[in-house]
């Protein structure tokens, strides 16, 4: 068995988790039912990206993008639990089968157990606002540390849960906040956020996604977002103008295809550079008020309901293929 995962070129850790949790979760399973596919973590469940003729182990995976899939044919389709009730109900499903993002069960992993806190405020930005942005220099100036999503998954979500409060863009980046426990606050750079896939998963632990406006760093990052930069309205760019082509995918409003070269990276040295930070004032400003906002943690008791009904769900998957 294969787990899925949508793969991109810059690496997105809420993406990339599922080439290792799988194996924790389900031990062995890379040598049992070669002709499954695992879907796991990740906004997939999308006929584009997800191979017909294959039988597809759904475990948690969320809708968001494009036309629902047809799992009406239960020769290959064995959908065991969704990322909440919302894809639930685009799937045609019964609600609880909505249970949780499977990316919180990590917490229950030896290697990210009571790790030392070691940063006060953390930003977590949306991969497209990491590569074309200046996010990190924002974050210097505001008081923050900046997380960069594109990193090695272990290490992010370790910096995650070595966090005092967690400021997201990332959904993922709320999400693992959340099942750390550690407060977090939820930002938008774009009016055209998908906030379905937010309150999907919100939904399933008592949250709410109600994210605080955060206004983007770059010209190049207005284009990308088809948003506004110091009053000029991009909303009509077109995608060609900043980056190339991209496809629908997994992880936000418009995923870079896989033959899209990374944008270069923003140099900010010298009079250039002093430029660029000065238009990004009001960006700067905005995250700073953000990180001060009152945070959020969804109550006591609600995730682990989640866990466990989740961990039913798993000890099924064993019995039945294993």
């Not at 194996?23 to 062995?28: K, M, R, V």
């Not at 894809?87 to 089968?97: D, I, R, S, W, Y």
């Not at 009509?236 to 295809?257: D, E, F």
């Amino acid at each position: 068995m294969k787990p899925y995962y949508w793969e991109s070129h810059h690496g997105n850790f809420g993406d990339d988790l599922n080439l290792w949790l799988w194996d924790a979760l389900l031990p062995g399973l890379r040598d049992s039912h070669d002709d499954v596919l695992l879907v796991g973590v990740g906004t997939v469940l999308n006929p584009a990206l997800l191979p017909s003729g294959t039988r597809k182990l759904v475990v948690g995976s969320g809708y968001g993008y494009g036309t629902p899939p047809d799992i009406s044919d239960r020769s290959e389709w064995d959908v065991r639990a969704v990322r909440g009730p919302l894809t639930a109900a685009k799937l045609g499903l019964p609600e609880e089968m909505g249970i949780i993002d499977p990316a919180v069960m990590v917490t229950d992993m030896d290697e990210f157990r009571n790790l030392p806190k070691r940063y006060a405020r953390t930003f977590v930005p949306h991969w497209e606002s990491a590569e074309f942005g200046i996010w990190k220099e924002a974050c210097e100036l505001a008081g923050l540390t900046y997380l960069d999503p594109r990193g090695e998954a272990k290490s992010v979500i370790k910096a995650i849960a070595q966090s005092e409060l967690i400021v997201a863009e990332s959904m993922h980046g709320a999400i693992l906040a959340d099942a750390f426990r550690v407060p977090w606050i939820a930002i938008s750079t774009s009016r055209q956020i998908n906030s379905f896939k937010w309150s999907d998963w919100a939904s399933t632990v008592g949250a709410t996604y109600a994210p605080r406006f955060v206004p983007v760093t770059t010209r190049a990052e207005a284009v990308r977002k088809k948003s506004r930069f110091w009053g000029i309205d991009f909303s009509q760019a077109t995608a060609g103008t900043a980056a190339g082509a991209h496809v629908q995918g997994s992880s936000g409003t418009a995923a870079t295809a896989l033959a899209e070269p990374p944008a270069p990276p923003v140099k900010l040295g010298g009079l250039k550079g002093m430029a660029k930070q000065v238009l990004a004032a009001p960006s700067t400003l905005a995250l700073w008020q953000a990180s001060r906002a009152e945070p959020q943690l969804s109550p006591d008791g609600r995730l682990e309901e989640r866990k466990e009904r989740f961990t039913s769900v798993i000890e099924g998957i064993r019995r039945d293929y294993f």
